[in-house]
């Protein structure tokens, strides 16, 4: 681990951070207006907007953190690398002189001091962008500092026209909240209104913009590149966290992935596993019910420690569903006599898998709440992890309860 010193990069990864945030509040912020703009991340800026893929962008952001804030040096690099980047970019742009500018924001948690042509230029009023084109001019010619001398030179090298077009397109918006402050920003953006659930929804929000944010950086794998995400796009998805939040609905947070086989692994010698060997359950097939069984398991213990729900409302969660299961086993094992084949058996069982599977996929962990199938298909097969304890069993073959007697925890198969 690096440790605090002259060689940690803990500055530079906050600045990454904040830059991903940033972008995040800001296309929030524009949802509200215009729904239709468009964002990307480091193609010609570190933030761009646009109206769709292929147009000239019609801002580029430069974002700025520095945790000590401080004062926003007209000699510093932070301004002159941003300088040298608009320069660049509207170069590549291929504008012409007179045409449209794009809006050029510096957005930097230092403040600009009064007098400098870096005040003159901030969002708020008064604006005096002939001052500050003449204060800028002079700093630039100025015999110091080195570390900037490169970046002024380019500034001096436009023609007079290109330098005041690109002073007046320029707008400093100082004194912006670092990134401890920035989440009550977000908050207010995102538009979240329900108190009790704010850290809930942000971190759901948050999680899936930094997926967002990878794919926008993708540069080598077509497959997972995108061009921009639309303020369209991020309401929608705020409006689906929201309604996990509302009313009776309990949120679904976890996500399904094909299981590790060190995760598989660990469930081999679990009851439930047996279990659905004892009705012939080939690898593949309980590989996708351990899917369900490991999501559900985490996700009913995500809503306990989050209080979306009691344990006694799982209990009576659990008990709707061994209803279920109670009538479908009967009825299925009514059917057996003294002269039913141990083949026919297994498949009476394989059966009663099945539709209890298909039954309980459709029940909510809380009536009138959304739901996702592998949550009651996965609770089940936790219902059938504890057979061999349970007062009310729950299992698959007919013969489920004399087999969990003679179970020794080993990989058993029929």
């Not at 942000?202 to 080598?220: F, H, P």
Request: net charge negative.
């Amino acid at each position: 681990m690096a440790q605090a010193g002259s060689h940690s990069a803990a500055g530079q990864m906050m600045g990454y951070l904040y830059q991903c945030e940033l972008a995040l509040f800001e296309l929030a912020e524009r949802s509200w207006q215009d729904p239709t703009v468009e964002l990307r991340m480091e193609v010609l800026d570190d933030i761009e907007f646009l109206y769709e893929p292929g147009l000239a962008p019609i801002e580029l952001l430069q974002s700025k953190h520095r945790g000590d804030a401080g004062v926003l040096s007209e000699t510093g690099k932070d301004v002159w690398r941003s300088v040298v980047s608009w320069i660049d970019a509207v170069k590549q742009l291929g504008r012409e002189a007179g045409s449209p500018m794009p809006l050029l924001r510096l957005i930097t948690t230092q403040v600009a001091p009064e007098g400098t042509f870096l005040y003159l230029l901030r969002g708020s009023e008064p604006r005096d962008e002939a001052s500050a084109l003449t204060k800028m001019e002079v700093v630039a010619a100025a015999t110091g500092p080195a570390s900037t001398a490169e970046d002024r030179a380019t500034f001096l090298n436009l023609t007079p026209l290109e330098r005041q077009e690109l002073v007046g397109a320029m707008v400093v918006c100082d004194g912006a909240p670092v990134m401890s402050d920035l989440d009550s920003k977000l908050v207010r953006a995102l538009g979240i209104r329900r108190p009790e659930h704010v850290d809930a929804i942000l971190d759901e929000i948050k999680g899936w913009w930094y997926r967002v944010a990878v794919e926008l950086l993708e540069r080598k794998d077509p497959g997972r590149m995108r061009a921009s995400v639309s303020a369209q796009e991020l309401t929608t998805r705020i409006d689906e966290v929201m309604d996990h939040f509302t009313g009776l609905t309990l949120p679904i947070t976890e996500e399904l992935r094909r299981l590790t086989e060190a995760e598989v692994s660990v469930y081999s010698n679990h009851l439930f596993v047996a279990q659905m060997r004892w009705v012939g359950l080939k690898d593949r097939a309980i590989g996708t019910h351990l899917r369900d069984y490991h999501h559900s398991r985490a996700q009913r213990s995500e809503w306990i420690r989050t209080f979306k729900v009691s344990e006694a409302e799982l209990e009576r969660y659990e008990r709707r569903l061994w209803d279920e299961w109670d009538h479908i086993f009967v009825d299925s094992a009514d059917a057996i006599d003294g002269k039913t084949s141990d083949a026919d058996i297994r498949r009476i069982g394989k059966d009663v898998l099945k539709t209890t599977m298909r039954t309980v996929a459709d029940m909510p962990a809380r009536q009138g709440s959304a739901t996702e199938g592998w949550v009651g298909r996965g609770t089940m097969h936790s219902l059938a992890d504890c057979a061999d304890t349970s007062e009310e069993p729950v299992g698959w073959h007919p013969n489920f309860e004399a087999l969990c007697q003679s179970h020794n925890y080993g990989n058993e198969q029929e």
